[in-house]
């Protein structure tokens, strides 16, 4: 990682939905043990606040899970699915107070043959071959295993132990790449017209999505 090329926390102090765009094409790094892996953000999908049925922020106040959602911009909150599964958010504003950004899928760029072990692809890190790559981080839960993210990441900031590097910024550009889409999974039952809401961004022409 290049400190020159690390960006701050301030870079999520804006509207959430100008950050979700902003994220696409930049990298996500990550160290762990001197072993440095990442990849190219794809898809992201938005979570706001009391206006959005589907947020863990919904009830407008903190617990001690979803307190990042309530912290400073930048702050990372990682939650758990289906009690195995880990998500990686990242905190921005919203016009209602709380909100978090969902990374759903990433390109691979650095050290696939570490991620396909940790993803267990591989037994040894000399097995991995370049068709596992679609496997590495299409989805968010692949995604935290692939770069060794757990919730004992959540509530930290975003340069500390996961960085954000400038990439290729798509909305600045080629903001046409650019799709809006449902946030994906959501049951209308529960989620109501929020499962409507076009806050899942992606890069269209990618082979990386979930």
């Not at 709380?98 to 990433?106: K, M, Q, V």
Request: net charge positive.
């Amino acid at each position: 990682m290049s400190d020159e090329t690390i960006l701050k926390p301030s870079f999520f102090d804006r509207h959430i939905h100008d950050v979700a765009r902003d994220l696409l094409g930049r990298h996500l790094v990550r160290s762990v043990d001197g072993q440095i892996t990442g990849g190219r953000i794809v898809e992201v999908e938005v979570y706001e606040g009391q206006n959005d049925r589907a947020s863990h922020a919904r009830s407008g106040a903190p617990t001690k899970r979803t307190a990042p959602m309530f912290a400073q911009p930048g702050t990372i909150y990682v939650y758990t699915i289906y009690g195995m599964y880990q998500c990686l958010n990242l905190r921005a504003p919203t016009p209602v107070g709380p909100g978090a950004i969902l990374i759903r899928a990433c390109q691979p760029l650095m050290a696939r043959a570490v991620m396909a072990r940790r993803r267990g692809l591989v037994d040894d890190a000399d097995d991995y071959a370049p068709k596992m790559d679609r496997k590495l981080m299409s989805g968010p839960g692949k995604l935290c295993q692939a770069l060794s993210i757990d919730t004992d990441l959540s509530g930290t900031m975003i340069g500390e132990q996961l960085a954000l590097e400038g990439g290729e910024p798509i909305w600045r550009q080629t903001p046409e790449r650019i799709e809006a889409t449902p946030r994906r999974g959501l049951n209308r039952k529960t989620c109501g017209d929020c499962v409507d809401r076009l806050w899942r961004y992606v890069v269209c022409d990618s082979r990386w999505l979930s």
